[in-house]
């Protein structure tokens, strides 16, 4: 089966980017400090990065990190989605205009102009012809940015949430929860590395009580 997967780093103060995010500068003031996890020799947190790189049948992305990531500092042939493993899924990008230009071309790139909604859509097709090819279930991850993992959340399209809590406080940033619909959350793992805590919970589609 596949699921719909908001996976995101997010500092111990709630932040997804440090302060002052933007063009050449995309997590921030300190924000790289939320990402050493991905990026570290580790063993099990290479395994976490691999692992969850290869279960992703299509990523959705909204268009301030599509700028950033094909942006001439973002991704190249060493480092792209997955960190060093550099996987290769579909890529839906959330966005009012498609792009004049794409540098990385070797994607696979689909823009939808209708909203977040029809962007997952669109991505759980990809990732539902993705698993009958390979005879596996993969799932759709919400790779961000934080507004868009934020509206997924409150639009109750998010079946698992996927935190790397890392061991910092920015103080002010891109905040991935600001209030919306309360939702009730079930703990599926809760896994301490070096480097961050991944804690993995089922999304529900009420209210909490």
Not at 22 to 45: I, K, M, R
Not at 174 to 188: E, I, K, N, Y
């Amino acid at each position: 089966m596949t699921h719909i997967v908001a996976d995101i780093s997010i500092s111990l103060d709630g932040y997804v980017t440090g302060p002052d995010p933007g063009p050449g500068n995309g997590l921030g003031t300190g924000g790289e400090a939320l990402h050493v996890w991905a990026f570290s020799d580790d063993p099990e947190e290479r395994r976490i990065v691999r692992e969850a790189t290869a279960r992703s049948g299509a990523v959705v992305l909204g268009r301030r990190l599509f700028d950033i990531v094909d942006g001439p500092g973002g991704w190249d042939d060493t480092v792209g989605y997955g960190a060093a493993e550099v996987g290769k899924p579909p890529f839906v990008v959330v966005t009012g205009a498609e792009p004049e230009s794409v540098r990385l071309t070797g994607l696979d790139w689909t823009f939808v102009t209708t909203g977040l909604a029809d962007a997952v859509t669109v991505a759980r097709e990809r990732a539902e012809a993705a698993s009958a090819d390979r005879g596996r279930d993969l799932d759709v991850v919400l790779m961000g940015g934080g507004t868009l993992v934020g509206s997924a959340l409150d639009a109750g399209l998010v079946d698992l949430l996927s935190l790397h809590l890392a061991p910092v406080v920015l103080g002010s940033g891109t905040p991935l929860f600001t209030g919306g619909t309360p939702r009730a959350l079930v703990r599926r793992s809760a896994k301490p590395t070096p480097n961050a805590t991944h804690l993995e919970y089922e999304v529900g589609r009420g209210a909490s009580g």
